[in-house]
């Protein structure tokens, strides 16, 4: 298994707090991506990293924020989370960009706003 | 905006049968790949088809393509209670930042193996 590390797994937290997910990688691979997963609209992608301090808005960004100041972390921060965020969060690395790489996903991350 | 939709949305079948599992999409693609995800857990790469292939094999999985009708399929042979698990496909799609790729998941399909 690819070394990917998501924490919390786990989190419950109210309505207004900020929240921050990290995902943290040991296989060095540039590429970083968090994904959300909801009953009837399978994975849908929030942002990518391209490289470190290198980000871009997916699908559904709105809400969220990323940080990479290192290869191996990932941050995905809800400034001030609703119940719409409640959902299961993936992180996926890639060695290298391309039609034909294979993404490699974490465990997730269990969020639940109320 | 989804871009591949998995049919059925569940299966259920005994163990030693076959599974089959249907995957359309819309626009052209470069490849398509296939990920099974277990209950509680990230999903798995299984297997990647390119836009010009139609078939191909690896191990109990038969993946075929046809770009004309924009389906593929995920065949899974002499199914086993392990099996169990969602199915995914994917493919995929040049996004606007620094040339990279973004992969767009169907709903997937939930395959269940009797033992």
């Known amino acids: 298994d690819a070394g990917i590390t998501q924490s919390p797994r786990h989190k419950v937290t109210e309505t207004g707090t900020p929240v921050t997910l990290r995902c943290h990688q040991t296989?060095?691979?540039?590429?970083m991506y968090w994904y959300r997963q909801d009953p009837g609209h399978g994975l849908r992608l929030i942002h990518y990293?391209?490289?470190?301090?290198?980000?871009d808005k997916g699908e559904v960004s709105d809400g969220y924020s990323v940080s990479r100041s290192k290869t191996e972390d990932f941050l995905l921060t809800l400034e001030s989370a609703t119940s719409s965020q409640t959902s299961v969060y993936f992180c996926?690395?890639?060695?290298?960009?391309?039609?034909?790489?294979?993404?490699?996903f974490g465990d997730g991350t269990r969020l639940s706003i109320l | 905006s989804q871009q591949g939709e998995e049919d059925p949305q569940a299966l259920s079948i005994q163990e030693g049968e076959n599974a089959t599992m249907n995957c359309s999409y819309k626009t052209s693609i470069n490849n398509l790949q296939w990920y099974r995800q277990n209950s509680g857990r990230g999903l798995v790469h299984l297997i990647l088809?390119?836009?010009?292939?139609r078939e191909k094999h690896s191990g109990r999985l038969r993946v075929t393509l046809d770009t004309s009708k924009k389906s593929s399929s995920l065949l899974i042979t002499a199914s086993r209670a392990a099996d169990t698990a969602s199915y995914f496909c994917a493919t995929d799609a040049r996004s606007s930042g620094a040339g990279s790729y973004q992969l767009t998941f169907g709903k997937g399909t939930k395959l269940s193996v009797i033992p």
């Open positions: 088809i390119r836009s010009n292939e």
């Open positions: 990293s391209y490289g470190v301090k290198d980000t």
């Open positions: 296989e060095n691979h540039r590429y």
């Open positions: 996926a690395i890639s060695e290298r960009t391309g039609a034909n790489q294979p993404q490699h």
